[in-house]
């Protein structure tokens, strides 16, 4: 990958996080069509996996 490549990513998330993140609502949203999160507000089940088996 160029360096170039590598800006453009860089650039391209950093605007993807600000936007993610521009308010709680949107941040719940994100976490939520990013399958992090249900609909109805619990961690979704393959995070809660990881989290019970974590030392």
Known sequence: MTKAQ???????LANYTQKATASAQTARATLV???I???NGRLAPC????QKTAP
């Open 6 to 12: 590598q800006v453009r990513i860089k650039d391209a």
């Open 33 to 35: 069509r990013e399958g």
């Open 37 to 39: 999160y249900l609909e």
């Open 47 to 50: 995070y809660a996996e990881e």
